[in-house]
């Protein structure tokens, strides 16, 4: 258990949080508060997140926020799969791609051919 300006490298992955539960085995990870994942030029934020590593995969709760250069997209709650690199955001989605801006319900975007699908 980790707490106050919790700062964890797994592979090229950089997870930011007020306080972490981590697993060495397992390479789990489970944050809160002010929870920051990045990796390149993506970068989630939000309020929650559990990382399953073994499975390349996280899910972001809370005021979720993804930003990449021409790319914010905005939601109640995320998850990514580093396999797929396929990101999926549901509930209350904003999307502001290059100035333009729309609303959706639920929304999946392919970080590696930068496509929403």
């Known amino acids: 258990m980790l707490s106050g300006n919790v700062y964890l490298?797994?592979?090229n992955r950089i997870i930011t949080a007020n306080q972490a539960k981590?697993?060495?085995g397992s390479l789990e990870v489970w944050g809160?508060?002010?929870v920051t994942v990045t990796q390149d030029d993506i970068?989630?934020?939000g309020d929650s997140v559990y990382v399953y590593g073994?499975?390349?995969r996280a899910e972001i709760d809370g005021?979720?926020?993804f930003s990449r250069t021409g790319l914010v997209i905005t939601a109640n709650k995320a998850e990514f799969n580093w396999r797929s690199k396929i990101g999926t955001f549901s509930g209350n989605v904003t999307v502001n791609q290059?100035?333009?801006v729309w609303t959706t319900n639920s929304l999946q975007y392919n970080v590696e051919t930068n496509t929403i699908l």
């Open 9 to 11: 490298q797994v592979k």
């Open 22 to 24: 981590v697993s060495v």
């Open 32 to 34: 809160s508060g002010g």
């Open 43 to 45: 970068c989630f934020t």
């Open 54 to 56: 073994a499975q390349d």
């Open 63 to 65: 005021g979720v926020s």
């Open 98 to 100: 290059n100035g333009n």
